[in-house]
């Protein structure tokens, strides 16, 4: 994302507590070392030929501070009492995540309070009296081998601010670890906002969790590796369904409300798709130029197709249904059944007979075990966002940026989300990977005007 940004990172107040975590402070003697302030990375990479030469400098130093263990705390250990939350939809590596903060707060630090909220921020609210779970090493050792949320997980509820913030006062806690994506990160920064109002030392750190890939900023959030992994699985499955038939069709649908990447992803990692349609990139169904008949060009020429199509795709095709769930997002009108129903519809009426095979794996890639880079990448992330929280630093997600852990404040991440490109070298390489047409519109000043007004 161009622009310049405001990467301060907020904190409690001064670190006078020694680190029980005994690092270097030179280079050169085998000991990894702390990690200062003063440590960023660059965030803008690209220099842009419109850039005026009077902000090119201001621009060049838009730096990011690096995560990571400090030498001075501004909590001690004995005196910390940490929370840890998981909200939103199921995510492969939530589990490592849980794990990682525990054993981090509870080997390298020495905490010992640390609690499991159940069920999402509805765990903090009074009506569901549910108890929270003191979490400890032997009790989340295993976690990661298995899919899905040890401290279940649920949408909405973090609106109710101050009764969230009155239940975490009552509890004690100083340090919040918030494990969610955007709606969930926008409840978190109101949070440590309540926090701040009420005068309380207590910070708020976000872990981002979102299988979309849809955060700003972010190289990837964890469980995508892993999503695209099973995504793939499903893909081949629908291939060779596809190409065992007569005019064989396999229709795969995944995850991807406003943002592609899972769909873009899974088109280069398998090689066997045709066609990718995401909901950054508009389409039609009819005409000569429409989907339906690249289709049909496609089955006439190699009897069988794949499509993959992520779930956002194609809504301006069907009736809104203007409902919202629980955490703020559209309810969506299912795009795959819609599909799946007019390319029947159409091969029928052409009088060609094929064999459509239709595939949802969503949930049981969003409730699959983390793979090994997945689960390296939440260990890491889990073990930064202890550092970041015993350092007293708040209102941040960890994120990685260019392949390096770091601070990002949390208003900076929530402000839009992140996706595909049109004009991006990954969309230009999955066109190539699918083959297919550029546009798949009829008039296409008309499509892209009406679109880009919708986007604004």
């Not at 029980?20 to 990690?35: C, E, M, Q, R, W």
């Not at 849809?214 to 892993?226: A, E, V």
């Amino acid at each position: 994302m161009k622009g310049l940004f405001n990467f301060n990172i907020e904190e409690l107040g001064p670190r006078k507590v020694e680190s029980p975590i005994k690092l270097s402070t030179t280079h050169g003697d085998f000991v990894a070392n702390y990690v200062n302030d003063d440590d960023f990375i660059r965030y803008n990479l690209d220099i842009y030929g419109d850039i005026l030469e009077t902000e090119a400098e201001a621009y060049l130093k838009n730096n990011i501070e690096k995560a990571g263990p400090r030498e001075k705390l501004y909590f001690n250990p004995s005196h910390v009492n940490a929370g840890i939350v998981t909200c939103g939809g199921l995510c492969p590596g939530i589990n490592d995540v849980i794990r990682a903060v525990v054993r981090c707060l509870w080997n390298r630090y020495g905490v010992r309070r640390i609690r499991g909220i159940r069920f999402g921020f509805k765990g903090l609210l009074p009506e569901y009296n549910y108890e929270t779970i003191d979490l400890r090493p032997d009790l989340v050792d295993d976690i990661h081998k298995i899919g899905g949320s040890f401290l279940g997980t649920s949408r909405g509820g973090g609106n109710r601010v101050t009764e969230i913030a009155d239940t975490v006062e009552s509890l004690n806690m100083n340090m919040l670890f918030i494990v969610g994506g955007d709606g969930t990160q926008r409840g978190a920064i109101e949070v440590a906002e309540e926090f701040e109002k009420r005068k309380l030392k207590i910070c708020v750190v976000g872990i981002p969790k979102t299988v979309d890939n849809d955060l700003l900023f972010i190289d990837r959030s964890f469980g995508f590796d892993t999503a695209v992994e099973k995504a793939t699985e499903a893909v081949s499955a629908a291939h060779m369904e596809a190409h065992s038939h007569i005019n064989g069709i396999g229709l795969i649908k995944l995850m991807g409300r406003e943002s592609g990447f899972i769909a873009t992803a899974t088109a280069l990692a398998s090689h066997e798709a045709n066609f990718c349609l995401i909901p950054e990139v508009p389409f039609e169904l009819n005409g000569e130029a429409g989907f339906l008949h690249s289709l049909e060009q496609r089955i006439k020429n190699r009897q069988h197709a794949v499509v993959i199509i992520a779930e956002g795709a194609g809504q301006e095709l069907l009736q809104a249904t203007n409902k919202k769930d629980q955490s703020g997002n559209r309810r969506l009108s299912d795009i795959g059944v819609y599909l799946k129903d007019k390319i029947t519809e159409y091969f029928a009426n052409q009088k060609i007979h094929i064999n459509l095979k239709y595939i949802d794996p969503s949930y049981q890639i969003r409730s699959a075990p983390a793979t090994p880079t997945d689960s390296i990448y939440c260990e890491r992330l889990g073990n930064n966002a202890v550092h970041a929280a015993m350092a007293g630093k708040t209102k941040l997600v960890i994120g990685l940026v260019h392949g390096r852990y770091v601070h990002i404040p949390t208003k900076l991440v929530i402000k839009e989300r992140n996706r595909v490109n049109p004009e991006g070298t990954l969309w230009r390489d999955a066109i190539d990977a699918t083959g297919q047409p550029i546009f798949m519109v009829n008039d296409r000043e008309a499509i892209l005007t009406k679109y880009r007004a919708k986007q604004l």
